[in-house]
């Protein structure tokens, strides 16, 4: 069954360099508005590497070089696009809780200060917006004062997500959100991707096939640098057309 | 078998010794505080029972005057407060730039290069600091205040400041650098600019070690000697004008122990007074510093 959503992301031959090592070979994909795209394959497999060329992370490491083209709602995004407009436009949650070292309030007020939002009945409602919409706001509303890290791991994370919601990008990326997370607050942070959905296209890097098999409607399979196979997530883990592929989801090796 | 076996009892006999050996060494640095300590507060001692506290808090002093000697330190303390003050408007900001730069702005391979040579600052003898200020920046400095004068605390406040520039630089530096990378990608991400990112995230991240560079600054340039001996004169008149001689407590030790007051007379205890006094400051300083590393301090 093929969606009818419009194509977000278009990623067209699509080759990366690290000095002289090849990342990413010949990558073709294209990722869906408004669905959870998962990135899956053992690690060193380049599954990273792609989700921060989405929105240039990886212009942040000297010496790589990106070839092909990727295009956000049909414009280069390595040509056509200011690598700051970009980065509003495609949010990232990272692997680890990474919240800056001031109030719960300041964090998720911090993007929309740079956007230049100084007004404090404005930030307030965005502040609010943002926690109840990464499902935290009950928990913090009482003390958007205190610092971030004073926080647990989980909340942490969902403090993250919220401060990415805060500048209302239209895709979120994700590496591995719940990886340094205990499985009840991993299960929180899936029940929130699903509800995101509705409003925001997810690209979602993960190590555990399970967490892919439950949030995701489609699935691509890295080895080696090489997009193996790409499908909708029940097809890919029910009826895998590669062998590489089966080989993985059925556990025999990665 | 049996080699091994000697082997390692030799080990751990070795190692039944280190600690107290260590121990010994470290008590040198230890002891030798104490001593400092004790002999400036003996011989303070003397001056304090002859003159009153009050005394040393007044603005006049006399301490030749062969007819009622005067020991008021105010002199003094505002020349070593107004030179420190006059260096950290030189070094904080020079300093703390320097340091952005080094650590958010500069490539790796760069920063390895700069950072040392901005460290070698550190390395040039102060009395090549104190001439300079004398000889160079002083005359410099007259082309745009005609009133300053020959000695005044204007130049080697400003050459004071050069010279802890690596101070703020260094320790900043390393401050900010030891943010982690996740915040910065995280500042990134949101769609900062370089600039941004380092001003509203790695700074606020690494303020108790800026803090902390600062005030070991401070300290830095209150104890210091030759550049203020040489360039700000030995003037004990309080005056509040930075274009005029001024005296500093150490430079005022300087002169009274090359010989101006005789062993014994209540002008050479003086010395220890003042000296005693310096070490006031710089301890509150360090203890300043120590405190605001621990209350800022984040863990990660």
Redesign the interface.
């Known amino acids: 069954m093929e969606t009818k959503n419009s194509v977000k992301f278009k990623i067209e031959n699509m080759d990366f360099h690290y000095g002289d090592f090849q990342a990413l070979k010949n990558i073709n994909l294209e990722i869906k508005e408004n669905e959870i795209t998962a990135l899956i394959g053992p690690s060193g497999c380049g599954k990273s590497t792609f989700l921060r060329s989405l929105?240039r992370?990886n212009d942040?490491i000297?010496n790589t070089k990106v070839d092909g083209s990727i295009t956000l709602d049909g414009v280069d995004i390595y040509k056509d696009y200011d690598v700051?407009?970009l980065?509003?436009r495609v949010?990232?949650v990272?692997?680890?809780p990474?919240?800056?070292?001031?109030s719960i309030y300041d964090n998720i007020a911090?993007?929309p200060r740079?956007?230049g939002i100084r007004k404090k009945s404005v930030l307030d409602k965005i502040v609010e917006k943002s926690l109840r919409a990464a499902a935290i706001w009950d928990e913090v509303k009482d003390d958007l004062k205190k610092n971030a890290?004073a926080l647990s791991g989980g909340q942490q994370q969902r403090i993250?997500i919220a401060?990415?919601l805060a500048?209302e990008p239209e895709v979120i990326l994700m590496d591995e959100p719940t990886s340094a997370l205990d499985p009840i607050a991993t299960l929180k942070i899936e029940d929130l991707i699903n509800e995101l959905k509705k409003d925001y296209t997810i690209v979602i890097v993960t190590h555990n096939m399970q967490q892919a098999g439950r949030i995701s409607d489609k699935t691509a399979f890295f080895l080696m640098g090489e997009l193996i196979e790409f499908s909708e997530t029940d097809k890919l883990f029910s009826n895998p057309e590669n062998k590489k592929t089966e080989d993985y989801i059925t556990g025999r090796f990665g | 078998m049996e080699r091994i076996t000697k082997k390692v009892r030799l080990g751990s006999r070795l190692e039944k010794l280190v600690p107290g050996l260590l121990l010994a060494i470290a008590s040198i640095s230890i002891l030798t505080s104490i001593g400092i300590v004790f002999t400036l507060v003996v011989d303070a001692s003397h001056f304090f029972k002859e003159v009153p506290l009050s005394e040393i808090f007044s603005k006049e002093l006399a301490p030749l005057r062969s007819k009622d000697p005067s020991f008021g330190f105010l002199p003094l303390i505002m020349g070593t407060l107004t030179t420190s003050v006059i260096a950290m408007l030189v070094a904080a900001p020079i300093g703390l730039m320097a340091a952005m730069y080094l650590s958010e702005f500069v490539?790796p391979k760069m920063r390895r290069i700069l950072k040392p040579i901005i460290e070698l600052l550190a390395g040039i003898p102060t009395i090549v600091y104190g001439f300079f200020a004398y000889n160079f920046v002083t005359p410099l400095l007259m082309k745009w205040i005609p009133d300053l004068g020959a000695k005044n605390v204007l130049s080697p406040g400003i050459v004071m400041g050069i010279m802890i520039i690596p101070i703020v630089t260094s320790l900043s530096e390393d401050a900010m650098s030891a943010v982690?990378k996740?915040?910065?990608?995280?500042?990134?991400?949101?769609?900062?600019?370089r600039l941004?990112t380092t001003v509203?995230?790695i700074l606020?991240?690494a303020i108790s070690g800026v803090i902390a560079s600062f005030v070991l600054a401070i300290s830095r340039a209150i104890g210091e000697t030759m550049i203020v001996t040489i360039a700000s004169g030995s003037s004990k008149q309080f005056t509040t004008s930075i274009i005029e001689p001024m005296q500093t407590m150490t430079a005022y030790i300087v002169e009274f122990t090359s010989g101006d007051a005789g062993s014994g007379t209540i002008g050479y205890y003086s010395l220890y007074a003042v000296g005693l006094l310096l070490f006031v400051f710089t301890l509150c300083m360090n203890l300043l510093a120590k405190y605001i590393i621990k209350k800022y301090r984040?863990?990660?």
Do not use: H, W
Request: some cysteine.
């Open positions: 929105n992370m942040l000297e700051i407009d980065r509003l949010g990232m990272f692997q680890k990474n919240p800056f070292p001031m911090y993007g740079l956007n890290l993250c401060r990415t500048v | 490539k982690p996740v915040i910065r990608e995280g500042a990134y991400g949101l769609g900062s600019t941004e509203k995230v606020p991240a984040r863990e990660y």
